[in-house]
């Protein structure tokens, strides 16, 4: 035990009643409080030792408590990416463990990749469009069987993504990273080669943290690199790909996209992505499937089980 002799909170958007496993309040040294983002705290955030982050209730939400949680230990997200989180950190003393949610997304992101890639090629909105208007829209479409797919940003989401690509005869998968390293299924290029990759491939998936490096990294110069007739994927961040640059590829006809995330977020209304030619637009539902609740409760409960433990906790992306 790792604590204080005096209770410390841990905040959860969920109700710890609602959570198995969780260590015993009291005997743990914790106090469990249920947070979701209302405007009102549960109790001070000077007294919090252990921030869950609210789901997808945007940065202003998941920052908020930030700067008067002098005591925090830990900030654990409930989603793969932390951008949303990084703009308070400063606020924090040093030390504090920043964990991001790996293992509770990989699976229904990556479904969703799959179901938008196969989508666009096969001219699914098309048809729903059809059937809307009572028209049989026959014809030959495209395959993703034969197909090139690059894979860029590939940690443990683009890795379960390669593995639903793997039945589906793709001619090659090329994988692009931060860094080049050797992979069980083939090895992942370093970003210094993603310009000469671009050209070669049907179809380009995004699936990179939202960074400084990676802000609009899908910007005119990279698209105007990839082939006639390619398809991007966009299930990062909306500000990796650049939206002006996107729509002026799409509105020409060269290009298609299909996108669960866009910037702005959400879209708005009259908004030109959302009528562009050969675009796909999905509400940010990557994760938001029911495969989220019980892996998200999961990864909660294995976490506090090894803060009280004083066991190193799993996927620490960053310490302050």
Not at 16 to 29: H, M
Not at 187 to 195: C, D, H, S, W
Request: net charge negative; with cysteine; proline share 8%.
């Amino acid at each position: 035990m790792t604590l204080d002799d005096t209770a410390a909170d841990v905040w959860l958007p969920i109700p710890a009643d609602e959570i198995d496993g969780l260590p015993a309040p009291g005997a743990s040294g914790l106090n469990y409080r249920f947070w979701d983002g209302g405007p009102d705290f549960p109790a001070d955030p000077a007294r919090c030792a252990f921030y869950v982050v609210p789901y997808m209730k945007g940065e202003e939400i998941a920052v908020r408590p930030l700067a008067g949680m002098s005591s925090v230990r830990v900030v654990q997200t409930l989603s793969a990416g932390v951008d949303h989180v990084t703009p308070g950190i400063g606020a924090l003393r040093s030390g504090v463990r920043l964990c991001n949610a790996r293992g509770v997304h990989e699976a229904s992101t990556a479904e969703l990749t799959l179901a938008l890639i196969l989508a666009s090629l096969r001219g699914i909105p098309g048809f729903v469009r059809g059937q809307d208007a009572e028209e049989w829209r026959a014809g030959f479409y495209p395959a993703l069987a034969d197909k090139s797919v690059l894979i860029v940003g590939y940690g443990s989401i683009g890795a379960a993504i390669e593995d639903r690509l793997a039945p589906f005869e793709c001619a090659r998968i090329v994988r692009v990273a931060r860094s080049a390293r050797t992979t069980a299924r083939g090895p992942v290029l370093p970003m210094t080669e993603l310009a000469a990759q671009l050209p070669q491939a049907d179809v380009v998936v995004l699936s990179t943290p939202l960074t400084p490096e990676t802000r609009q990294l899908a910007g005119a110069d990279f698209l105007a690199r990839m082939k006639d007739g390619a398809l991007l994927v966009n299930v990062a961040r909306g500000p990796v790909v650049d939206t002006a640059a996107l729509l002026k590829e799409a509105e020409s006809g060269r290009i298609r996209a299909a996108l669960d995330v866009t910037d702005p977020e959400p879209l708005p209304a009259g908004h030109p992505l959302w009528h562009a030619p050969g675009v796909l637009v999905s509400p940010h539902v990557g994760g938001s499937t029911s495969a989220f609740m019980p892996r998200a409760k999961r990864l909660i409960a294995a976490q506090l089980t090894r803060f009280v433990a004083g066991e190193d906790l799993a996927n620490v992306v960053l310490t302050t």
